[in-house]
């Protein structure tokens, strides 16, 4: 199995006037692809700003990232574009869709970003998306008109429609109600299942259980791993 992520002593400071804030101190960890990963830890150690750096959307202070054997700082501004687009499906806890486009639109987006696809193809693929989810009767509905587990199930069906290598969950299932989130977790294992790689913060221990390994954060430290990391 071929490692998709490799994350070589990642520290991440934050530099506030004159307060510095060591949000990730030189974290080490390895995932191989098809594998899922639960990142937990209290609030504020780091799991958030770990996400976005494996999602390209903030860069580390020092140490190394590696997606798919490539080292990410060598990367154009274009290369990492078309990573996150392609092969990164983003979830958020606040869900992040758009209130002024209909469901249907939402869920199409990462499609307008991927020259793989014909706009003709679009609709379709976004109806197959909002079915796996439970959504078909909901495509020209605005996010507003539905409840916070249906907004998620749109943000999951968005996440997955350009089929992504790399799942980010950021705790997906944070506001939703205990049955919701049964059935969001399973969906995203039933994507887990099929090959795609998992990185799930999660405050929830039976979700971390679920997870092939996970690692702990406590300021900014990895505190502990299971299974131990080796790198
Ligand atoms: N853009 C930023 N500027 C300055 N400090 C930041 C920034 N983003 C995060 N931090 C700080 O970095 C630390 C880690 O934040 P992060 O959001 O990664 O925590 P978290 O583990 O996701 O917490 P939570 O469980 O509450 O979401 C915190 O001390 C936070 O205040
Ligand atoms: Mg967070």
């Given at each position: 199995m071929s490692h998709l992520i490799t994350a070589e002593s990642i520290s991440k400071v934050f530099q506030s006037g004159a307060i510095e804030t060591k949000a990730l101190d030189n974290i080490s960890f390895n995932l191989n692809n098809g594998e899922s990963l639960a990142i937990t830890g209290a609030s504020g150690s780091g799991k958030s700003t770990l996400l976005s750096i494996i999602g390209l959307l903030d860069s580390p202070t020092s140490g190394a990232l590696y997606l798919q054997?490539?080292?990410v700082s060598?990367?154009?501004?274009?290369q990492k574009r078309i990573l996150r687009n392609r092969e990164i499906g983003w979830i958020f806890q606040n869900f992040n869709l758009i209130g002024h486009l209909d469901v249907l639109e939402n869920i199409t987006l990462p499609l307008r970003y991927d020259p793989r696809v014909s706009w003709r193809d679009y609709e379709n693929i976004g109806k197959q998306a909002l079915t796996s989810v439970g959504l078909a009767d909901k495509a020209t509905a605005l996010p507003q008109q539905l409840s916070g587990g249906q907004q998620q199930?749109?943000?999951?069906?968005?996440?997955?429609?350009?089929?992504?290598?790399?799942?980010?969950?950021?705790?997906?299932?944070?506001?939703?109600?205990s049955?919701?989130?049964?059935?969001?977790?399973?969906?995203?294992?039933?994507?887990?299942?099929?090959g795609a790689t998992l990185l799930l913060v999660t405050h929830e221990p039976d979700l971390a259980l679920r997870c092939d390994s996970e690692i702990i954060l406590n300021d900014g430290l990895v505190s502990d791993a299971k299974p131990p990391i080796t790198v």
């Amino acid at each position: 199995m071929s490692h998709l992520i490799t994350a070589e002593s990642i520290s991440k400071v934050f530099q506030s006037g004159a307060i510095e804030t060591k949000a990730l101190d030189n974290i080490s960890f390895n995932l191989n692809n098809g594998e899922s990963l639960a990142i937990t830890g209290a609030s504020g150690s780091g799991k958030s700003t770990l996400l976005s750096i494996i999602g390209l959307l903030d860069s580390p202070t020092s140490g190394a990232l590696y997606l798919q054997g490539q080292l990410v700082s060598g990367l154009s501004n274009y290369q990492k574009r078309i990573l996150r687009n392609r092969e990164i499906g983003w979830i958020f806890q606040n869900f992040n869709l758009i209130g002024h486009l209909d469901v249907l639109e939402n869920i199409t987006l990462p499609l307008r970003y991927d020259p793989r696809v014909s706009w003709r193809d679009y609709e379709n693929i976004g109806k197959q998306a909002l079915t796996s989810v439970g959504l078909a009767d909901k495509a020209t509905a605005l996010p507003q008109q539905l409840s916070g587990g249906q907004q998620q199930r749109v943000a999951i069906a968005r996440a997955l429609v350009n089929k992504p290598s790399l799942i980010l969950a950021d705790e997906p299932t944070g506001n939703l109600d205990s049955k919701t989130s049964t059935n969001i977790i399973d969906l995203l294992f039933t994507v887990v299942a099929q090959g795609a790689t998992l990185l799930l913060v999660t405050h929830e221990p039976d979700l971390a259980l679920r997870c092939d390994s996970e690692i702990i954060l406590n300021d900014g430290l990895v505190s502990d791993a299971k299974p131990p990391i080796t790198v």
